[in-house]
């Protein structure tokens, strides 16, 4: 099996300037500065097969920035090696950029001022693309990602999703192997997310494109992914299948019933009380069998409820569940 | 009011401790590219006549005119009131309690004071025990120099002003910027002190308010104008601080006028 | 190589179109800025010519000076000064990092994307000034003129270089705006015949932040004034010292690429 990138026992640490507080801290800082060390990600190992879209997911400060940082060569690994199809990329930097697209959630690779097209004929340029290929690539981004009608606006002027789009394709257009995405779908609504997952979704069956997709989004993951490597603290918690950490995690759904009045404890038959106030009540759903039909069969006899939703879990509680639900598995 | 906006500005410049240092710095390597050019100038003894001032007499005015009185950077207050004027904050701006410019008066001396104690004065200290500098020996030309420092500052900081209210009909900060920048070199008189300008110019440089600024506040610090002639300039100087007033107040209400006629 | 100067070329013509559109009309701050430096190079006109000269030069030669040293500054600055100076900020942003995802080396992508037009006016005026107060100075041959422009070019690139390092040192995390404000002053130094200034500044000039050799020290070889410390020797030197600035740079570059720590948490 040949692997998109191998990840080999990798670790990185930051320095950090420690300033001291009181008045004199700054002088002290200055004449000598005291360094503190964090790891950001540790002694980490894992493997990407071509083909693969794998969901890099964990809560806030797990370092996934970090490693998509060093995979796609912007930071140098304070030990251990990342290759991407059998290269290092921070030693192969120019080699490297022509094989993958990056995208990063919150900045913006497109020119703010200009048009988007642009943008677009600079990487033309950059990328050293031949009027063939780019025009070929051009129209079919156009077209799936549907920029058509914004493709002369300046980019100042787009919506959050359309920006997200004209920089997927903009990421997209040289035609890479390997995809990097560092939180795409952050700070956009629904609709705008959904457009982004279904258009991943299509690309990748399409173009044998390697995803790698940091978010802190289960959603983004199960729509878009077939693997998922869970990080939290700079350490790997989780490697596998959608489906193995399913089986993993058991319940995955909360239900959050509101009511008018203060209500005592009640029971819901399939689900857990998690959380007994007395206006707000959660419950876990235990297990797939709990269907919806016989969670509302049971709601209808209660009358004061206000509202009640069926929710995702977070980041934070699957990592939880994954430390409950016994020792931590790696599987490929 | 005003007291409060001239402290909270300082106090602002305060978080920027680094600053002074580097600030220093810079002060006192521009102070002696230009003592050198006229220790240069002197060598050559090219200077011999009565009215030339002696070298630490003109060591004294370059420190006092260069690195002193004129250590305020103008460039803020045009960039702010630019700012104010392309973000239409300047309506909004006449709604406060305080005028505008009243409250840019304040910040600014705010501004002034604190580079001037934290930056000028340490320079001319340095300055003073390296080179000759000569400390004013008549109280009373001390005393009339501090009014003619304030006077200059409230002088340069009208000019400013009126600059900055150009940018209403120019829209370009930064050809105004340098284009008061261009002024300052020889209508200030500080590296060629206004009596080594040739005629007309030396005349007209005299009457402008440039020479406020920079030269007369240097002159008087030395002594070097007599004191019935000294008054004659503060006179004048606060009629410039008058005239100027009119002027941009005249602006000032045209250019609100304007903006509320286009709903700014 | 032909690739990357079509990439340089794009990526100025996209930053010239950028450029226009916020800093109001370009041909009136150009005239703004030569009007600022004309009106400096005034003052030392008058006071020269009223004096007599400085230091043993006439005022002709120190206005070959002050044009190659504003020449020498200008053209290194519109490559690297305000674009390195924004590195900082641009690292804290977290911009930065886009740059190293992409084919084109960083450096290339930063100074010709923010390529500054700005210098076409104090291009211009020293051209100007140069051309005319040096016509009589020297005996314009064929060895003298190939000086002339290696000297521009070395200077030039000495300046760029500087201004490059004093950046690039951002990378490692160090604050670099009081690097600059130092910077500029050394280079205040500049605009004159080094001899007016004390031993201790000569030194620091010449050896220290040897940016003597992006003005005087090649001026006073072309015009056979006194070079200190090095003596004429210098003169020849300044033809090895863009290649070795550029060395130079290029070595803290990619140390700073390599300390490099992205955008802080
Ligand atoms: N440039 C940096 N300097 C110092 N610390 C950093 C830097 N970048 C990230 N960190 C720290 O490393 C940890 C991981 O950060 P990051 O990779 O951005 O996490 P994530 O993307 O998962 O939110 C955090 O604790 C963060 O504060
Ligand atoms: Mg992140």
């Known amino acids: ?17 420690n300033n001291r507080d009181g008045n004199t801290g700054w002088f002290h800082s200055l004449v000598k500065p005291e360094r503190k060390e964090l790891t950001a990600v540790s002694d980490l190992s894992f493997q990407v097969s071509t083909g693969d879209s794998v969901g890099y997911l964990g809560p806030n400060g797990a370092g996934k920035s970090t490693m ?28 490297n950029a022509q094989h993958i697209g990056v995208v990063f959630g919150q900045r913006s690779q497109l020119w703010w001022e200009l048009p988007v097209v642009d943008s677009f004929e600079l990487h033309k340029i950059m990328y050293s693309l031949s009027n063939y290929c780019y025009e070929r690539n051009k129209n079919y981004l156009l077209q799936v990602l549907e920029i058509k009608n914004f493709w002369n606006q300046s980019v100042r002027q787009l919506s959050l999703g359309q920006r997200m789009r004209a920089e997927l394709a903009l990421a997209l257009i040289h035609e890479p192997k390997i995809l990097f995405l560092d939180e795409p779908t952050i700070g956009l609504d629904i609709e705008a997310k959904e457009a982004v997952r279904k258009i991943l979704r299509q690309i990748q069956s399409e173009r044998e494109l390697t995803i790698i997709l940091t978010s802190h989004d289960l959603q983004d993951i199960r729509e878009i992914c077939s693997k998922v490597i869970i990080v939290n603290g700079g350490e790997l918690i989780f490697e596998g299948t959608l489906d193995t950490l399913r089986a993993q995690m058991g319940p995955e759904r909360r239900l959050v019933i509101t009511f008018a009045k203060p209500t005592g404890e ?16 959660h419950y876990l759903i235990q297990d797939r069998a709990t269907s919806s039909g016989n969670i509302l069969a049971q709601l209808k006899d209660i009358d004061n409820i206000v509202d009640f939703s069926v929710r995702e879990l977070t980041i934070e509680e699957i990592v939880k569940s994954v430390y409950r639900n016994g020792s931590i598995v790696k599987c490929s | 009011m005003f007291l409060n906006i001239v402290t909270l500005s300082f106090k602002v410049n305060i978080a920027y401790r680094f600053d002074f240092i580097t600030g220093i710095i810079s002060e006192i390597v521009r102070a002696v590219a230009r003592i050198a050019i006229w220790a240069a100038v002197y060598e050559t003894n090219i200077l011999i006549s009565s009215a030339a001032p002696s070298f630490s007499q003109m060591t004294t005015h370059l420190i006092i005119s260069g690195t002193l009185v004129t250590r305020w950077e103008f460039q803020g ?28 008066f304040a910040r600014e001396v705010g501004n002034y004071i604190y580079s001037v104690a934290i930056v000028a004065l340490p320079a001319v200290l340095i300055l003073s025990f390296w080179f000759d500098f000569d400390w004013p020996d008549k109280f009373s030309y001390g005393l009339l ?11 340069f900081f009208l000019i400013a002003c009126l600059f900055g209210l150009l940018t209403i009909w120019l829209m370009t900060a930064f050809a105004i910027e340098w284009l008061l920048e261009a002024l300052m070199p020889i209508l200030a008189g500080i590296l060629v002190p206004l009596w080594l300008l040739p005629e007309p110019l030396a005349t007209l440089a005299r009457i402008l308010p440039f020479a406020w600024i920079g030269y007369y506040p240097s002159q008087i610090y030395l002594g070097r104008i007599e004191l019935g002639v000294a008054w004659i300039l503060l006179v004048g100087g606060v009629l410039w601080v008058g005239l100027l007033v009119c002027w941009i107040s005249f602006l000032w209400h045209r250019a609100t006028k304007q903006f509320t006629v286009h709903g700014g | 190589m032909s690739s990357k100067i079509r990439l340089a070329w794009k990526l100025a013509s996209l930053g010239f179109r950028v450029q226009l559109q916020f800093k109001g009309s370009f041909l009136l701050n150009r005239i703004a800025q030569v009007i600022a430096y004309g009106s400096s190079f005034g003052a030392i006109f008058i006071l020269t010519y009223r004096i007599g000269g400085m230091a043993g030069w006439v005022w002709r030669e120190l206005l070959f000076l002050m044009s190659f040293q504003l020449l020498s500054y200008s053209l290194g600055a519109a490559f690297c000064f305000v674009q390195f100076r924004e590195l900082e900020s641009n690292v804290r942003k977290g911009t930065f990092d886009l740059l190293l995802v ?19 006016g104090h291009v211009c005026l020293a051209l100007t000034l140069m051309a005319w107060s040096s016509i009589h100075l ?18 030039a690139a000495l300046t760029a270089s500087m201004l490059l390092m004093i950046g690039a040192l951002s990378l490692f995390g160090i604050r670099v705006y009081y690097l600059y404000v130092i910077f500029f002053s050394v280079l205040e130094f500049t605009r004159y015949p080094i001899v007016i200034f004390p031993l201790l500044l000569q030194v620091t000039v010449v ?37 070795l600035s550029i060395c130079a740079a290029t070595f803290v570059w990619h140390r700073g690429l390599v300390n490099y720590q992205g955008a802080g948490g």
């Open chain 1, 1 to 17: 099996m040949e692997f998109a990138i191998e990840v080999c026992n990798v670790t990185k640490t930051y320095k950090i300037a």
């Open chain 1, 68 to 95: 998509i940082k060093m995979m796609t060569g912007i930071l140098v690994p304070t030990s251990g090696t990342i290759e991407l199809r059998g290269r290092q990329p921070h030693l192969h930097r120019k080699e």
């Open chain 1, 266 to 281: 009640l029971r819901i038959a399939g689900t857990a009380l998690i959380s007994n106030d007395k206006f707000e009540k």
């Open chain 2, 77 to 104: 207050l045009i960039r702010s009131i630019d700012q104010s004027v392309k973000s239409g904050d300047l309506s909004i701006n006449l709604l406060h309690p305080i005028d505008y410019p009243i409250y840019l």
């Open chain 2, 145 to 155: 120099f501090v009014a003619f420092w304030f006077v200059g500052f409230t002088i």
């Open chain 3, 102 to 120: 992409k084919p084109a080396p960083a450096w290339l992508y930063i100074i010709f994307a923010k390529f500054n037009f700005d210098y076409i």
């Open chain 3, 138 to 155: 020297v005996d314009w041959n064929f060895i003298t003129v190939l000086y002339l422009f290696a000297a521009i070019l070395n200077s």
């Open chain 3, 207 to 243: 050896v220290l932040v040897p940016l003597a050799f992006m003005s005087y020290i090649p001026v006073a070889y072309l015009l056979d004034h006194p070079i200190p410390i090095v003596g004429p020797m210098g003169g020849v030197f300044v033809i090895f010292v863009g290649p």
